[in-house]
C-alpha cells in the first residue's frame, strides 16, 4: 500500500513521493506521476540511501 511522505509539502501535497514498504522491500515512486517508474530497494539498503541524500551536513 503506497503513503504519502508527511514532507509533502504547502497547498494540495502534490510535490512529495510515496512509499511502499514490505519485509524485504521499500519502493519509492513520484506522486505526481504514480504510473510511472518506481525504484525499489532492499530494506537494508533504504536507509544508506536516504543518508546519502542528505549528505554528510545533514546526517
Known sequence: M???SSYSGEGDGT???EMATTPTH????????????TLTFPTTAFA??????????RR
Open 2 to 4: 503506497w503513503r504519502k
Open 15 to 17: 510535490n512529495c513521493v
Open 26 to 37: 521499500t519502493a519509492v515512486r513520484d506522486s505526481k506521476a504514480p504510473a510511472r517508474a
Open 48 to 57: 544508506p540511501f536516504l543518508g546519502a541524500l542528505k549528505g554528510p551536513e
